[in-house]
């Protein structure tokens, strides 16, 4: 399969009063784990690469060329993005690589310059058919924009979409990035009245630091994308943690990288159900984080249930070369 259309993905989840999950790739595992996640939950996804993970690769090419092959030999739509590139360059080189959505990401910007800025890049990317995401209004934990009043104004983010021509737009509702605990309370009338008048999808950064019943009442208020990475990389990195308490003589680092990322695969899947609206997705897990992280990491790695027989078998026969 062909990777998918971001746009294509947020129309039917505008359509459906449901909301796309976008989950962030940090290595090889974890793009394995949202296809085999997503296949799992028969949902569409996308697949995120962010500037702090194309720094940790040394380039976009090489992790941007593995996660499209993966996105495209998915059973489901899968979509490949550029998540919060500040650098224009970088921009410039998804795009060459065939991306299939950017974000550019001027919110720290003055207002005007991150217009001009952001019109530009959309030309740029809309001349290639690829689809661009901003933001407006700093998230809090970015940038130094760590004051949790931070909010987006209706009128500002209309003005803002009808200069720059972007596809869909980050808020600012009241989450914030890189939270361990899912405290956050989303401002939900805002949600509503910007839904009501932007013209573009609205996408929830941070949401890892949301809660599953608040994640739900944001969809139903009028998000449409859902980004998580936070949250993940803790479920990956428990069942990494509790696989090494167990076999702490384990030098094969597939022992235990194997485990962590069907954990993670099996929370993408819970994931997406709870952004489809399906009212049999399971409970959330958190009463304390670090448990609950623990707990999804061992029920995946006893319980999960492979989606794609071929891809699955092919990952769990490890040879000892």
């Known amino acids: 399969m062909t990777t998918a259309s971001m746009n294509a993905l947020l129309a039917e989840a505008a359509e459906a009063g449901t909301a796309v999950g976008a989950f962030n790739v940090i290595h090889l595992e974890s793009a394995e784990a949202i296809a085999t996640g997503a296949e799992a939950a028969g949902r569409p996804v996308i697949m995120q690469i962010s500037e702090n993970c194309v720094r940790y690769h040394g380039g976009l090419a090489p992790i941007a060329r593995a996660t499209q092959a993966i996105a495209a030999s998915a059973t489901v739509p899968v979509a490949v993005h550029l998540d919060h590139a500040t650098d224009v360059g970088l921009v410039t080189e998804a795009i060459e690589l065939g ?21 530009e890049v959309v030309r740029s990317a809309h001349d290639r058919g690829i689809a661009v995401e901003a933001e407006l209004g700093e998230i809090g934990g970015k940038d130094g924009a760590h004051a949790p009043g931070v909010r987006t104004d209706p009128a500002e983010a209309v003005e803002f979409a009808a200069l720059t021509g972007v596809d869909a737009l980050a808020v600012a509702v009241g989450s914030s990035h890189a939270m361990r605990e899912r405290t956050s309370r989303l401002d939900l009338d805002l949600i509503v009245r910007l839904a009501g008048v932007v013209p573009v999808p609205l996408v929830l950064h941070g949401s890892s630091g949301v809660a ?3 994640i739900r009442r944001g969809i139903a208020a009028g998000m449409r994308k859902i980004n998580v990475s936070t949250h993940l990389n803790a479920v990956f990195t428990a069942a990494v943690r509790e696989t090494l308490v167990e076999h702490p003589d384990l030098v094969d680092s597939r022992k235990y990288l194997a485990p962590a990322r069907e954990a993670f695969a099996a929370e993408v899947a819970r994931l997406l159900a709870l952004f489809a609206g399906e009212t049999d997705a399971p409970a959330a897990r958190e009463t304390d984080a670090p448990a609950a992280q623990e707990s999804a990491a061992r029920a995946a790695r006893e319980s999960a249930a492979p989606a794609d027989g071929a891809r699955t078998a092919a990952r769990t026969q490890e040879s000892e070369a």
């Open 99 to 119: 991306f299939d959505s950017v974000m550019y990401d001027g919110a720290h910007l003055a207002y005007d310059v991150n217009c001009q800025t952001t019109a």
């Open 212 to 214: 599953d019943a608040e």
